[in-house]
């Protein structure tokens, strides 16, 4: 039997209106302005998903080449700090690094200054994924701002930053997931 599409999202004007039938003291622009940020959140990860598998890596992946990438030279990090920049526990680092390893794109070794101590290391193929990757996002990125002049995506850049140092602020163990959601 083929999978069959359920309902379609309702509009965020539906949503809304909805929102204010069962709660009356809600602020229609604050829930239009959170609201589309959560949609777009989703709707950019689904885009980010499908080009990392056009790569033949997940999401997640790219986000443990982009720590080691933005970790800088020599692009490399131990399993407890990856974890921590990305909000997993230590065994779901640990199944995910050896399953990076696995295809070619991490290594794990011994830290020789201190041999109980494990260094992951981007590989050159690794490497050229992340690149690869960031190419793609770069494009479709553009795209969904071509509407947009320079000043505004300026203008933009600085509300939206303003946003995310307001639940920083107020949530700062909020950086990771909760979860892995390999």
């Given at each position: 039997m ?30 239009r ?50 974890a ?10 640990t ?11 991490v ?34 990125e ?13 203008r ?27």
């Open positions: 083929a999978d069959t599409p359920g309902p379609a999202e309702p509009s965020l004007d539906e949503q809304i209106a909805a929102y204010q039938r069962e709660f009356q003291d809600l602020d229609p622009q604050v829930e302005v959170v609201s589309a940020l959560s949609r777009l959140n989703r709707r950019m990860n689904v885009a980010y998903g499908r080009q990392t598998a056009e790569l033949g890596i997940s999401n997640a992946e790219w986000e443990v080449l982009k720590a080691l990438v933005l970790a800088g030279e020599p692009y490399s990090l131990g399993p407890g700090d990856l921590k920049r990305l909000g997993l526990t230590p065994a779901a680092m199944h995910r690094i050896d399953r990076m390893v696995g295809e070619g794109l290594t794990r070794e011994r830290d020789e200054s201190n041999r109980v101590r494990v260094i992951v290391g981007i590989t050159e193929e690794g490497r050229a994924k992340w690149l690869d990757g960031l190419r793609m996002a770069t494009v479709f553009e795209e969904l701002l071509q509407d947009l002049s320079n000043d505004e995506r300026g933009l850049g600085e509300m939206l930053t303003r946003l995310l140092r307001r639940v920083e602020e107020a949530q700062p163990d909020a950086g990771g997931r909760l979860s892995d959601l390999d």
